[in-house]
């Protein structure tokens, strides 16, 4: 099979060819110039290539970057959605599990969370007053789930999960 010259290799070809034709008319200094000007253009060949590959892995890893954030809030999403309560048989107290533990509430603490989440005022007011309960009254549930503040999505979906699970008796 015969490869046919691309239009690339026929000029380049016709270069080279040249360039030889007018090396023994040159003297070393003319020479020595274009040897300079050919390292000066291999470098910068190289440049060119290295940055594109640089361009290349730098655009890979911003979409590796997407995707890795898009992986960690469907966890985010999947974690907020295993955040779940469940009463003990005795009726004395409620365990709140989240991923792979559980906090346990007391009979009168999970009343007053379901008071607070209750009360008449905004969602904002509401996650407020629970934050401000929880940094009153039980610290230990920020370390169980990192809630950053009463801005924090976790605190929202757990106000409405306290919400869903218990009703107030009037």
């Known amino acids: 099979m015969v490869k046919k010259k691309s239009k690339a290799d026929t000029q380049r070809e016709s270069l080279a060819k040249e360039l030889r034709s007018l090396i023994p008319k040159l003297d070393s200094e003319g020479l020595a110039f274009l040897i300079e000007q050919s390292r000066i253009h291999l470098y910068n060949m ?3 290539e290295l ?3 640089a361009q290349a892995a730098s655009t890979a890893s911003s979409r590796k970057t997407s995707i890795a954030k898009k992986t ?3 966890a985010t999403d999947n974690s907020r959605s295993n955040l779940r309560i469940k009463g003990s048989e005795s009726g004395s107290s409620y365990y709140l599990f989240y991923r792979n ?3 346990m509430f007391s009979r009168s603490e999970m009343t007053h969370l379901v008071k607070i989440v209750n009360a008449s005022g905004t969602d904002l007011e509401i996650r407020e007053r629970l ?3 929880f940094a009153r009254e039980r610290k230990d549930i920020f370390g169980f789930i990192p809630i950053a503040d009463k801005f924090d999505d976790r ?3 757990l106000v409405k999960l306290i ?3 218990f009703k107030l008796r009037s």
Do not use: E, F, M, R
């Open 46 to 48: 190289q440049v060119v």
């Open 51 to 53: 940055n594109k590959a």
């Open 72 to 74: 960690a809030k469907k």
């Open 101 to 103: 533990g559980n906090l």
């Open 131 to 133: 934050y401000n309960w």
């Open 155 to 157: 605190l929202k979906v």
């Open 163 to 165: 919400k869903k699970s």
